[in-house]
């Protein structure tokens, strides 16, 4: 579920605070969760880290699709759907207020970073070969760009 469905579907996240709900919640379950380090999932975890890596870059590269530009692309015109009535719509695209459910964590860029970079303390051994071996050489790059940019010392 996680390589076919989760991964792919990571880089289809447009919304600036989705996005961040995203790098959050998959640094988390990347970085923190003992049974991604289990043979079933240590397989695909490189795999994760690069599509993780591929949605900060798309964040900071500002593609950002409001939510406006997102209605017009995926629904079909109303007005020209026989028996269509506004009504109806209205509450279909009614616009919700949206909460942010991390307000402690200002840059999401830097969170990951942090818990990339806490985990290769932890476990250099398993960590380390994972990120030199299975990873393309811009994404161990741009990994190191994030530790600089957090602060952080870079890997050795």
């Known amino acids: 579920f996680t390589k076919e469905v989760f991964v792919p579907d990571l880089q289809k996240v447009t919304n600036e605070l989705e996005r961040k709900i995203c790098i959050v919640g998959f640094s988390t379950v990347l970085c923190k969760t003992q049974k991604m380090f289990t043979a079933e999932y240590l397989q695909i975890w490189p795999l994760a880290l690069q599509s993780l890596v591929s949605l900060i870059d798309m964040w ?19 007005d020209e759907t026989p028996g269509y009535q506004t009504v109806y719509s209205q509450l279909l695209f009614a616009d919700t207020p949206r909460s942010d459910p991390f307000p402690e964590v200002t840059d999401a860029k830097s969170f990951f970073a942090s818990a990339l970079y806490n985990l290769v303390k932890q476990q250099p051994q398993t960590i380390l070969p994972l990120l030199s071996s299975q990873l393309a050489q811009d994404t161990q790059l741009r990994i190191q760009s994030y530790f600089t940019y957090a602060g952080l010392a870079a890997l050795a």
């Open 60 to 78: 900071e590269a500002g593609s950002d699709n409001d939510d406006e530009e997102d209605y017009d692309d995926l629904f079909i015109d109303m």
